[in-house]
């Protein structure tokens, strides 16, 4: 099956600063990559996804880039402010239907 | 339109009781998931079910059960609690993958979660 990689665990920046999670997997069939934010206490929500006939996708202050070649993508924030602190989850869908393979997560902490 | 909801929301249980945790939601999603959220492990997968009358197994399914007997609802049951199983379980639900082709949304959307410790 599919084995996604997510690094830095923890990441701390300033205020207004960007901030860069990366991830890797494995199965080379995977065609979808999502990335879900979850704020303490509360459920994970999708923030940006992007297939895998696109290498990069934007929405606001996120973006997403995708190499197929290197089997890695990531996220990218810029002017990080306090909210978005929360932890991060890229994940992957493999050849199985439908099933999401995730990654363990990297805690944001943006100092205001 | 409700989402994804689950319950109960907490729930504490003595080693080697059973309970059985509901989801239900109401977007008429063929996909369903079970998971389970542990401090640096992220979510794992338990079981997940492409439609009504069938489930798979996931990552971590041992001992746990699963039923979806009707499309819009997933049980999961711990028959035999243990304390490693004290863990948030998180259900979501989605579209089946043949609707990317035809250019469906691919989100899986998540209920609030259930707490569950097991003592």
């Not at chain 1, 997997?25 to 923030?47: C, H, M, T, V």
């Not at chain 2, 079970?34 to 979510?43: A, H, T, V």
């Not at chain 2, 304390?83 to 082709?101: D, G, H, I, K, N």
């Amino acid at each position: 099956g599919e084995n996604v990689e997510q690094h830095p665990s923890t990441l701390s920046v300033q205020e207004g600063d960007s901030a860069v999670i990366k991830c890797t997997y494995s199965d080379s069939a995977s065609n979808y990559f999502p990335w879900y934010k979850q704020e303490l206490g509360k459920r994970p929500q999708l923030i940006i996804d992007i297939r895998s006939n696109v290498g990069e996708k934007k929405d606001q202050r996120i973006a997403v880039t995708l190499n197929k070649t290197a089997k890695h993508f990531s996220l990218h924030i810029t002017e990080t402010q306090p909210e978005d602190s929360a932890v991060y989850f890229c994940a992957a869908r493999g050849s199985t239907l439908g099933r999401l393979y995730f990654g363990r997560g990297t805690q944001l902490t943006v100092w205001p | 339109n409700a989402g994804v909801t689950q319950t109960p929301k907490f729930r504490v249980l003595k080693t080697g009781q059973s309970m059985t945790l509901l989801c239900a939601q109401d977007m008429n999603h063929e996909y369903m998931y079970w998971y389970r959220q542990d401090p640096g492990m992220g979510l794992r997968l338990i079981h997940y079910s492409v439609g009504e009358g069938t489930t798979a197994k996931g990552e971590v399914p041992d001992g746990y059960n699963v039923s979806r007997l009707k499309k819009q609802n997933f049980l999961l049951g711990l028959e035999s609690a243990a304390p490693s199983q004290t863990s948030v379980y998180f259900c979501a639900s989605s579209f089946p993958r043949v609707s990317l082709l035809a250019g469906g949304h691919n989100e899986q959307f998540f209920g609030p979660g259930t707490r569950l410790t097991v003592l």
